[in-house]
């Protein structure tokens, strides 16, 4: 039995048009794809993505090193949660990439090019979408990542293919975040346009379409929010569903 076999997920969309496009959107430490469905719905239900179907995994429970050793959802193991500092589980991380390597290439062999896919999720989510962009070995359209991190961050130029630097990168981020504080998030992300030779951008006003079609979309956005913890607001769905549009539109 191969270890996709047991990563249960469901399906939200597409609720308007045909299915032209996926998203991945990946939970994070302790939730499962059930607590993210509110999420996919907005997303879904954006007049922008009637046209997307997006695809919730759940993390197989396992012992948590950095939490006593109690047993919960996780994507890899967190040996502490001092996200700064703390040894990082790079089996499980790349582990888990395959796992995510295994529902983008059942997309592929539906029908789906990767190219009209996109992998994103919340904090250890969002950590996974960013690393299975990096290694992928095929064109992604995207990747976003919300109050999350940079994995292996100190391995990035030696992990990262070839086509990374072509994949362009959302990242929001809460200034209230207490869990993964937005100067530490927001140095990793200019750190990480550093390895990976691409530009970033700092941004705190509201997303619009004629901005992407006039200055493109490829490097790191990174999207502040004054009043946001660590979580998802609306307003940061918003942004995230011009960002996907753009990316990804309806071939009708």
Request: glycine share 10%.
């Amino acid at each position: 039995m191969s270890d996709k076999s047991y990563l249960k997920y469901n399906t939200v969309g597409p609720f308007y048009h045909r299915h032209t496009a996926t998203i991945i959107l990946l939970h994070g430490l302790g939730d499962s794809a059930q607590g993210m469905h509110v999420t996919a719905n907005k997303l879904s239900l954006h007049p922008l993505l009637g046209h997307v179907k997006v695809i919730l995994p759940s993390a197989p429970a396992r012992s948590i090193t950095g939490i006593g050793g109690k047993v919960m959802p996780s994507w890899f193991d967190c040996m502490s949660l001092d996200i700064a500092n703390r040894l990082e589980d790079e089996p499980g991380l790349f582990k888990a990439a395959g796992w995510i390597n295994d529902i983008i290439a059942a997309e592929r062999r539906s029908g789906m090019p990767s190219n009209r896919i996109i992998v994103g999720g919340l904090s250890q989510g969002g950590a996974l979408a960013l690393l299975t962009g990096l290694i992928t070995v095929e064109p992604l359209a995207g990747v976003f990542i919300l109050s999350a991190y940079v994995p292996l961050r100190k391995k990035v130029k030696s992990i990262s293919t070839n086509i990374a630097t072509d994949i362009p990168i959302f990242w929001g981020h809460g200034k209230c975040d207490a869990q993964v504080n937005h100067d530490f998030a927001m140095a990793s992300a200019r750190q990480l346009t550093v390895d990976l030779g691409v530009r970033f951008q700092a941004k705190e006003k509201a997303l619009v379409r004629e901005e992407l079609e006039k200055n493109g979309a490829h490097g790191i956005r990174f999207h502040s929010y004054a009043t946001l913890g660590h979580w998802i607001a609306p307003e940061e769905l918003d942004d995230l569903a011009v960002w996907i549009a753009h990316l990804l539109p309806d071939t009708k």
